[in-house]
């Protein structure tokens, strides 16, 4: 099944990423969870839970438009969040701080 991961930042056009390959379930918590500590990215819930979706919107924060130039990056982005979220296509929207499928 194909996956599209949409990015949006407020200064540059949308970033589409496409995939047939996401990560297991397991590599994507793992990379998430790599990504989300290395980048210095905090829960925002009081409960200090973090859902994947919260990871994908601060990874695709902290990271910012640099990151995705990164095409070795990006693809690991991709199959990660398509890898945790399991859904055909994943809207994530940096300045509206949104996560939508």
Same mark, same amino acid.
């Given at each position: 099944?194909?996956?599209?991961?949409?990015?949006?930042?407020?200064?540059?056009?949308?970033?589409?990423?496409?995939?047939?390959?996401?990560?297991?379930?397991? =590599?994507?918590?793992?990379?998430?969870?790599? =990504?989300?500590?290395? &980048?210095?990215? =905090?829960?925002?819930?009081?409960?200090?839970? @973090?859902?994947?979706?919260?990871?994908?919107?601060?990874?695709?924060?902290?990271? $910012? =438009?640099? $990151?995705?130039?990164?095409? @070795?990056?990006?693809? !690991?982005?991709?199959?990660?969040?398509?890898?945790?979220?399991?859904?055909? &296509? @994943?809207?994530?929207? @940096?300045? !509206?701080?949104?996560? $939508?499928?």
């Amino acid at each position: 099944m194909r996956q599209d991961v949409l990015i949006s930042f407020a200064d540059i056009d949308d970033i589409t990423l496409h995939t047939s390959d996401p990560m297991s379930l397991d =590599e994507a918590r793992i990379w998430l969870d790599g =990504e989300f500590a290395r &980048l210095g990215c =905090e829960a925002t819930r009081p409960s200090g839970k @973090v859902l994947f979706v919260d990871k994908v919107l601060a990874i695709a924060q902290a990271a $910012g =438009e640099k $990151g995705f130039a990164d095409a @070795v990056w990006a693809q !690991n982005y991709l199959r990660a969040t398509a890898g945790a979220l399991r859904r055909p &296509l @994943v809207r994530v929207d @940096v300045p !509206n701080t949104t996560v $939508g499928f």
